[in-house]
Antibody, heavy 119, light 109 residues
Framework: QVQLQESGPGLVKPSETLSLTCDVS?????????WGWSRQPPGKGLEWIAT???????YYNPSLKSRVTISVDTSKNQFSLKMSSVTAADTAVYYC????????????WGQGTLVTVSS | QSVLTQPPSASGTPGQRVTISCSGS????????VYWYQQLPGTAPKLLMY???QRPSGVPDRFSGSKSDTSASLAISGLRSEDEADYYC??????????FGGGTKLTVL
């Protein structure tokens, strides 16, 4: 079955760019579906960040759009997230997930990776 | 402040029926499907309900979803200790974004 695994630095300095990758196994991204990122600050709720269609069409959270880029690399069967000018408020567990539609249907999710923004 | 409003907590005893509400607006719940996620302690969210009231394979029929106008509900009957988790509602908003509720922490007493 399809599995997703996030990877990237666990510590990022303020004002720098956060870069995460989601490796997909058990399914070829080029075959279809949407692929998304969400995050969860410690002790808080979920926040959607961005979604990308396998063909490259993107959707962004309006509140984060100016700082976020989502991309897909079908040759590596992975998709990525870049978030610029990070602050302590961006400290969170970041999850990647497969989207059955562009809407809020995410299944399955990766296990998540904690990113801490600190100097 | 989340776009979708959920009660921060809910509780029940084993065997009881518990309901968790999710309130939105015409631009999200009122015009799009609602999804529910279960997040067990220390784990990633898991899809619990899709398209308002459809259960993915493997989700017990103790879980049910409903929607009316701009509100949705998740009901859990025959409450079990393993149901203790955080529950989130989500929906597409016509502003072209996914919105989540703030989450409800369910405690099984």
């Amino acid at each position: 079955q399809v599995q997703l695994q996030e990877s990237g630095p666990g510590l990022v300095k303020p004002s720098e760019t956060l870069s995460l990758t989601c490796d997909v196994s058990g399914y070829s991204i080029s075959s279809g579906y949407y692929w998304g990122w969400s995050r969860q600050p410690p002790g808080k709720g979920l926040e959607w960040i961005a979604t990308i269609y396998h063909s490259g069409h993107t959707y962004y959270n309006p509140s984060l759009k100016s700082r976020v880029t989502i991309s897909v690399d079908t040759s590596k069967n992975q998709f990525s997230l870049k978030m610029s000018s990070v602050t302590a408020a961006d400290t969170a567990v970041y999850y990647c997930a497969r989207g059955a539609t562009v809407k809020a249907w995410f299944d399955p999710w990766g296990q998540g990776t904690l990113v801490t923004v600190s100097s | 402040q989340s776009v979708l409003t959920q009660p921060p907590s809910a509780s029940g005893t084993p065997g009881q029926r518990v309901t968790i509400s999710c309130s939105g607006s015409s631009s999200n719940i009122g015009s799009n499907y609602v999804y529910w996620y279960q997040q067990l302690p220390g784990t990633a969210p898991k899809l619990l309900m899709y398209r308002d009231n459809q259960r993915p394979s493997g989700v017990p029929d103790r879980f049910s979803g409903s929607k009316s106008d701009t509100s949705a509900s998740l009901a859990i009957s025959g409450l079990r200790s393993e149901d203790e988790a955080d529950y989130y509602c989500a929906a597409w908003d016509d502003s072209l974004s996914v919105v989540f509720g703030g989450g409800t922490k369910l405690t099984v007493l």
